[in-house]
DNA sequence: GACTAACGTTTTTTT
DNA sequence: AACGTTAGTC
């Protein structure tokens, strides 16, 4: 058969995955089997056989994900037909599910959704009114609690700490009042609609009729129930994911959903990949051999289809410079003498902190590197700042975005006005927003921040009616006010650096630019809001673009690959880490682990220290349990004073010199 | 209301 | 060691 996918190429299990349309389905994908166009295989061959691409809905973990996918079925099938399919992650689909409907919950259909920054500011300002004098909590503690509660299903009204459970009713109490959903509360009231509005449900079931689910293990039992109402009989809903890779169950994904999927799809067709093309014998059977000792998975042994390869080699280290240099140097050797290049080599660790040493010893010997994640993009302040006022200029009853920026730049409306304004809101039932535009309330204060007041309220209804009564470019709308109020200049003064002051000002600018992409392609302002908040929160596609060797923490490896791996500091403590040890979930470190050692494509090299600098004091280390684990067939435990010893006694004088000025260099 | 000094904290990260 | 937060001062 003739197929626009390659149906050839597939192998045996591949093939299984591909022709199954019917019924629930559940994919073992294992790491490196070839999952991605496996799942584009299948719903291209959906489009085949002639299911039309608008009842197709894919479901991906994040939004990078989802379009990556669009992209590789239009390359396979039309691009007609990819743009005519949904992808997407559950939080978007229920952001449409959401506007079109949340009046049944009492909500306004221009609901706002408070990013991850708005939720802590918002459980700050809880906590200072409610938590009063010594209650140490941390906003990030409740809130983590009662995101918990929620993707259980439960109410966080009932949190078994009173505390927190009273803080919780609060937050919902505050969100509602200002129109505002959490991230969970899309998930939450997205379900909510679809189980109790038979009409609302049976519109989705017809318009989706086949559903695919990727990443499975990464999905939490809201986002299983929430499955549950989009997927009516007879059940053409496929899941894709790994048990072996579920990484965030700190973040409440339910490996249960994929080890118990026969009993919320009944007998479903489970397929294997098991065949792995990406590493060698040697690296996947160290691999398959340590996560052997996790109890509870879904039994899959993954098969090489490279023979052979190097050992695996697992070297002591005395210490965490040594660590760095030695991975430095054996970058700069193997890439002249093997000829690599920069983008082959990968170095993964468990914690940011643990990259500072390696990117000074690269730095050092100019390697070229990219760091994926560190600084988060919606976290810089001026990213935060522009956002928020441009929030303010879709809906300024929203009150966080609104006291962000009220004073930044200063302008004389300082804490102690912002809490007067705060409580005669309260007292109001009204928004911030609105007690500083009530006449009665400015009445109340002194005359210099009265002044300020009316003009910030004129600044911002003078914008915002540009925008919906002229019709002005809100991206021109936003950049004008922000030159108005000299946001920049302010934001300079507090820099110390003319780096920190350059990287100020891009950051504003590709906020607007972004908006301004956003409004040419014909989207409102409000759905510019919607996707930055949940947009992935990495500068994702800068990295790619980026040159050099990669520096990442394991759980941003996940779905990468590279010819040569470096995995650091596998030392108890670390990995596992002694907090997951202490909550009991050294399994999923093992899975951590497990993903580290199934990235290396070629060789793989792990190390451990004896002492360490941790938060600039020297411990000592031990060797990871994990080391213990793996079997010994294709390792090579040696240490770095062997390596040292062994490369002196070469003729291989260069590379022998070569490691005395890393040693050097590091003293 | 704005600025500075001491203080405490530090896993992983997406939506 | 490095960052953000908070309390204290001008």
């Given at each position: 058969m003739a197929s626009p996918f390659s149906f050839d190429s597939l192998n045996q299990a591949q093939r299984q995955a591909v022709g199954a349309l019917d019924g629930p389905v559940l994919i073992l994908a294992g790491a490196g089997t070839g999952k991605t166009r496996t799942v584009t295989c299948r719903i291209a061959h959906m489009l085949e056989k002639k299911i039309p691409a608008d009842q197709i809905l894919a479901v991906t973990f994040t939004n990078k994900a989802a379009s990556e996918m669009r992209e590789r079925i239009g390359?396979?099938?039309?691009?007609?037909?990819?743009?005519?399919?949904?992808?997407?992650?559950?939080?978007?689909?229920?952001?449409?599910?959401?506007?079109?409907?949340?009046?049944?919950?009492?909500?306004?259909?221009?609901?706002?959704?408070?990013?991850?920054?708005?939720?802590?500011?918002?459980?700050?300002?809880?906590?200072?009114?409610?938590?009063?004098?010594?209650?140490?909590?941390?906003?990030?503690?409740?809130?983590?609690?009662?995101?918990?509660?929620?993707?259980?299903?439960?109410?966080?009204?009932?949190?078994?700490?009173?505390?927190?459970?009273?803080?919780?009713?609060?937050y919902q109490n505050e969100l509602r009042a200002q129109n505002a959903v959490d991230f969970d509360d899309l998930l939450l009231f997205g379900e909510k609609i679809l189980r109790e509005h038979?009409?609302?449900?049976?519109?989705?079931?017809?318009?989706?009729?086949?559903?695919?689910?990727?990443?499975?293990?990464?999905?939490?039992?809201?986002?299983?129930q929430l499955l549950q109402q989009l997927v009516g009989p007879p059940y053409h809903v496929c899941v894709v994911g790994d048990d072996d890779q579920s990484i965030y169950g700190w973040r409440g994904a339910e490996t249960a959903n994929i080890l118990e999927f026969e009993r919320f799809f009944p007998n479903p067709k489970i397929i294997r990949l098991e065949e792995n093309y990406r590493s060698t014998h040697a690296v996947l059977h160290t691999a398959n051999s340590l996560i052997q000792h996790n109890r509870g998975r879904r039994e899959k042994i993954l098969r090489s289809t490279r023979m052979g390869g190097d050992k695996v080699r697992v070297v002591a280290m005395p210490g965490d410079d040594e660590e760095a240099e030695f991975i430095a140097e054996e970058i700069l050797a193997a890439k002249s003498a093997v000829g690599r290049t920069w983008e082959d080599f990968a170095v993964l660790f468990r914690t940011n902190g643990?990259?500072?040493?390696l990117e000074l010893a690269l730095r050092e010997r100019k390697i070229p590197y990219r760091m994926v994640g560190a600084q988060s993009f919606y976290d810089r302040r001026e990213v935060r700042d522009v956002l928020a006022y441009a929030q303010l200029l879709a809906a300024p009853d929203t009150d966080v975005p609104l006291l962000r920026?009220?004073?930044?730049?200063?302008?004389?409306?300082?804490?102690?006005?912002?809490?007067?304004?705060?409580?005669?809101?309260?007292?109001?039932?009204?928004?911030?927003?609105?007690?500083?535009?009530?006449?009665?309330?400015?009445?109340?204060?002194?005359?210099?921040?009265?002044?300020?007041?009316e003009a910030f309220v004129a600044l911002i209804a003078g914008a915002k009616n540009r925008i919906d009564l002229?019709?002005?470019?809100?991206?021109?709308?936003?950049?004008?006010?922000?030159?108005?109020?000299?946001?920049?200049?302010?934001?300079?003064?507090?820099?110390?650096?003319?780096?920190?002051r350059q990287q100020r000002g891009e950051g504003i600018q590709m906020v607007i630019d972004s908006l301004r992409a956003h409004v040419a392609k014909g989207k409102k302002l409000q759905s510019f809001l919607d996707d930055s908040a949940l947009a992935s929160d990495r500068e994702d596609e800068d990295i790619e673009k980026k040159q050099g060797a990669t520096l990442i923490t394991l759980h941003a490896s996940k779905g990468l690959e590279f010819p040569i791996v470096f995995l650091v500091g596998l030392e108890e403590g670390f990995l596992p880490h002694s907090r997951s040890v202490a909550d009991g979930t050294k399994d999923e470190e093992r899975r951590l682990l497990y993903v580290g050692i199934t990235r290396a494509q070629d060789q793989l090299t792990m190390t451990y220290c004896s002492k360490r600098i941790k938060w600039g004091q020297e411990t000592g280390c031990q060797p990871s349990s994990f080391i213990g684990e793996l079997d010994g067939e294709h390792l090579d435990h040696t240490s770095y004073d062997d390596i040292l010893g062994a490369e002196a006694s070469s003729d291989d004088l260069a590379s022998f010199f070569g490691n005395m000025k890393g040693m050097l260099d590091g003293i």
């Open positions: 390359g396979m099938v039309s691009k007609k037909a990819a743009s005519e399919m949904t992808v997407c992650t559950f939080h978007s689909l229920c952001v449409r599910l959401l506007r079109g409907g949340i009046d049944k919950l009492g909500y306004k259909r221009n609901f706002s959704i408070c990013s991850h920054s708005d939720q802590v500011g918002l459980m700050k300002q809880l906590l200072v009114r409610k938590g009063g004098t010594d209650e140490k909590v941390k906003a990030e503690t409740v809130l983590g609690a009662i995101s918990k509660a929620k993707n259980k299903g439960l109410d966080p009204a009932n949190l078994e700490d009173d505390f927190f459970a009273h803080l919780a009713t609060a038979e009409d609302v449900r049976e519109m989705f079931r017809r318009r989706f009729t086949r559903v695919t689910v990727d990443e499975f293990q990464d999905t939490n039992s809201l986002q299983m643990q990259s500072r040493k920026v009220l004073n930044a730049p200063n302008r004389g409306i300082g804490q102690s006005t912002a809490v007067l304004a705060t409580d005669w809101s309260r007292e109001h039932h009204e928004s911030v927003w609105q007690a500083l535009c009530d006449p009665d309330f400015t009445a109340t204060i002194g005359p210099k921040a009265r002044h300020a007041i002229n019709h002005e470019n809100p991206a021109d709308v936003l950049h004008g006010m922000l030159k108005e109020i000299e946001y920049l200049q302010w934001l300079e003064r507090g820099c110390k650096t003319d780096s920190e």
